[in-house]
């Protein structure tokens, strides 16, 4: 398991599903935080063959400065089993800091899933989610920073009798290649997963 009262970063086309099994794993509630186009798609009713009772809040966000701002207060609430806080671009060393403190505060455990590239941060790790290249049903999760020591690589597979984890890949681009309308998140393993898009909200605090 990762380190509690830290912040990890996850990228990769599988790093959604490495989020999905921390949530399923956490105890206690976690905070799914992003930009509308990160969030919009997760439908707790959706989920909940793969969650079973545990609860998803999703905090849709104006902008990247909002969603770090919420990730920030969300890491210091102690009631919050594990926040995601999903960016395009990773948090930069400033910004990496600020949630380090946040996570130590509240003892939180928290992600950062990175769309499209890290920056140098004070995650205490970084990992790699990638397709297993043999087995469908399984995944490769690489480290490529650790603070602890050794970078590792893990084969990851759903325990016997367990439902497998979803493949949160977005369909865009195949909806491109069929010249079909682009959804903005499509679950490709859950059906009706799509959520209606919310209103804009507010810009955080200045």
Known sequence: SLMQGRIHEAQGPKAL???MILARQCEGHSLWIGKSDHVQGLRARALQSILGEKRIVTVQCADRRE?????EEALRCTCAGLVIIHLDLGPDLFESRRLQVAAQAGS?????????R???????????CAGHPEDA???VWSQTKNKQGQCLRWSVTPSVGSTPP???????????RQGGPQDAKCFTSLS???APPARARPLAPT
Do not use: F, Y
């Not at 969603?67 to 990730?71: D, P, Q, V, Y």
């Open 67 to 71: 969603t770090l701002w919420a990730g």
């Open 17 to 19: 599903g490495m989020a």
């Open 108 to 116: 939180t455990l928290g992600l950062v899933i990175v769309g499209r």
């Open 166 to 176: 979803p493949d949160l890949i977005p369909k865009q681009s195949l909806t491109q």
């Open 192 to 194: 009706g997963a799509l």
């Open 118 to 128: 890290a920056q140098s941060s004070a995650a205490q790790t970084r990992w790699d």
């Open 137 to 139: 049903n399984a995944w």
